[in-house]
């Protein structure tokens, strides 16, 4: 997992399994509630429309502070 904080934006990239990569960053959340979030499993390459789905609390929860969270994939 790599992480890559710039001004109000957190990046967090991750070519491990997505399921890990969910909980690791939610387990972490509390470090990165106050800043736009972007979460890369674009170097997944076996991504699914279902893995998406799986981030759909953490987008909840972290749109609930007014920031932004964006999931980017291949």
Do not use: C
């Amino acid at each position: 997992m790599k992480v890559k904080t710039k001004g109000n934006t957190t990046i967090i990239k991750s070519d491990e399994d997505v399921a890990l990569f969910l909980e690791k960053v939610t387990e972490q959340h509390n470090l990165y509630k106050d800043t736009n979030l972007i979460l890369d499993i674009s170097e997944k390459k076996n991504a699914t429309n279902k893995d998406v789905l799986l981030f759909g609390k953490l987008s909840t929860l972290h749109k609930k502070g007014k920031k932004s969270f964006v999931l980017v994939m291949n």
